[in-house]
């Protein structure tokens, strides 16, 4: 009854539901409808009355039956065509929307019984799942009010991209001496450094990272999609937001993941044309590299860095809040979501697609650079699958295997190749790899001055001496 629109009348489908109750309770069990009665010598206008009000409750009976039709339910077959209010409803539910903790959420049918497909929801309510049918409708609500917010969605990982923990029996004896998990401990608002006591971790927030949500927040729907477990994603989200304002119940951990091993846009309400995602590993996006924006890994804690050189910490530094990584992916972030709603002049703002967005812009990094490997590869490989080429394709540059005059920088790890000595001679840049990766992250072509190759030094003072021994 609760499900009647304002227009219907309930006090006639009420007044109606007694009366079907009230006929039927007082019929005699030996008399069908209609026969003689002790009260036939009744004055006739009596007699009008009552078929009136018979006539009265017909029409409302057929509004209660068309109600019940409208509502999805039919009578038992059984019933008679009066019935009464204790006829059994039997309410239709093909196909079921969802369930949660295994009963359909419409019919309270089992899932056990259905053979039902869905999407798995638990971050937003335990044992939630939802059919891809209404997926797609939710989905297409999502995209609708996002655009009329003007607003993207943004995946956020968290390890080595907004955050870096450590256990504490992993923290390094030079980290103890630097009073790392001292610093922890205090009550300071500003603090950066947090102990997860019921974890025995420590985590750094990296540099800007506040900043960086409450920007973000302007333009993104934003989400936390981590391979951690749940406990530990949810008391990150409480350190980076701890008025509960950024993410709410939007935190997504490895066990709402639908595929071993790879995080994916389908457990993510909206469409893939609008989702951005910062994660410093491409590999568990193998279905949405076109949406990734691949960030250079926060490595403060000694125990994360085992295999890369000294830890942030233990050389006392730290990114800059003002061009560290965070501040510099702000700044790709406000210029998609420039680029997406601001200038895509006569394109339907519903056929938009943010992914050529960003391969767009990524081209333009190395526009006009034509690259020279020289030995930074395996001989026994082709050049063309490997990592660093694709990188250097996908910022913009022309990769080739030979030189010639129209090569712009050649990419070395030693300068006494043949190749890098042709580079200097020819005035051309040589530098290492590390330079396409720094312009991969930051987005940006990086000087060349500050990326030399190891040897150049050397080969430039023996040349010196020839020279001088040949005078």
Same mark, same amino acid.
């Given at each position: 009854l609760s499900s009647l629109s304002e227009d219907d009348d309930f006090a006639d489908i009420l007044d109606a539901e007694l009366e079907l109750a009230s006929a039927a309770d007082s019929a005699s069990p030996g008399e069908p409808p209609g026969s003689p009665s002790d009260e036939e010598e009744e004055e006739e206008e009596d007699l009008v009355v009552e078929l009136d009000a018979v006539g009265q409750g017909s029409n409302k009976r057929?509004?209660?039956e068309e109600h019940h039709q409208d509502q999805g339910t039919a009578t038992r077959p059984e019933e008679d065509a009066i019935g009464s209010v204790k006829d059994a409803q039997i309410k239709i539910c093909p196909p079921h929307t969802g369930f949660i903790g295994g009963l359909c959420y419409i019919c309270g049918k089992n899932q056990d019984e259905e053979d039902f497909t869905g999407v798995p929801f638990g971050y937003i309510a335990e044992g939630l799942r939802l059919s891809n049918s209404e997926m797609d409708r939710l989905s297409g609500s999502e995209v609708k009010n996002l655009l009329r917010e003007r607003k993207l969605v943004l995946i956020l990982d968290l390890d080595h991209t907004l955050i870096n923990s450590t256990r504490l029996h992993d923290i390094s004896a030079a980290e103890m001496d630097l009073g790392i998990q001292s610093a922890a401990s205090k009550n300071d608002p500003d603090r950066s450094l947090f102990t997860? !006591?019921?974890?025995?971790? *420590?985590?750094?927030?990296?540099?800007?990272?506040?900043?960086?949500?409450?920007?973000?927040s302007n333009m993104f729907e934003m989400y936390i999609y981590t391979m951690g477990f749940k406990a530990y994603a949810i008391e990150i989200a409480k350190l980076l937001d701890p008025g509960n304002v950024y993410f709410d119940s939007k935190v997504i951990s490895n066990s709402d993941c639908t595929q !071993?091993?790879?995080?994916? *846009?389908?457990?993510?309400p909206g469409a893939d044309s609008l989702a951005v995602v910062l994660d410093d590993t491409e590999y568990v996006w193998q279905k949405h590299k076109e949406n990734l924006i691949l960030m250079e890994r926060y490595h403060y804690f000694a125990a994360s860095c085992r295999h890369s050189g000294q830890s942030l910490s233990e050389l006392m530094q730290d990114e800059r809040e003002s061009d560290g990584a965070l501040a510099t992916i702000l700044d790709v972030l406000k210029r998609i979501h420039t680029i997406f709603f601001d200038l895509g002049v006569g394109t339907a703002l519903s056929s938009r697609d943010v992914r050529p967005v960003i391969k767009r812009m990524r081209q333009e990094v190395l526009q006009g650079c034509k690259l020279v490997f020289s030995r930074v590869f395996p001989s026994d490989c082709r050049p063309q699958h490997q990592i660093m080429w694709k990188m250097a394709e996908q910022l913009g540059a022309v990769c080739c295997s030979e030189v010639d005059p129209s090569v712009t920088h050649v990419v070395a790890v030693h300068a006494g190749t043949e190749k890098a000595r042709w580079a200097v001679k020819h005035?051309?840049?040589?530098?290492?790899?590390?330079?396409?990766?720094?312009?991969?992250?930051?987005?940006?072509?990086q000087p060349e001055e500050d990326f030399p190759v190891p040897g150049l030094k050397e080969d430039k003072g023996k040349e010196k001496v020839a020279e001088i021994a040949h005078l």
């Open positions: 057929r509004r209660l997860l !006591q019921g974890m025995c971790m *420590l985590t750094k927030l990296r540099p800007f990272v506040r900043k960086f949500l409450e920007e973000a !071993q091993h790879q995080k994916g *846009l389908d457990v993510v005035k051309k840049f040589l530098l290492h790899p590390r330079w396409i990766e720094a312009c991969n992250y930051r987005w940006h072509r």
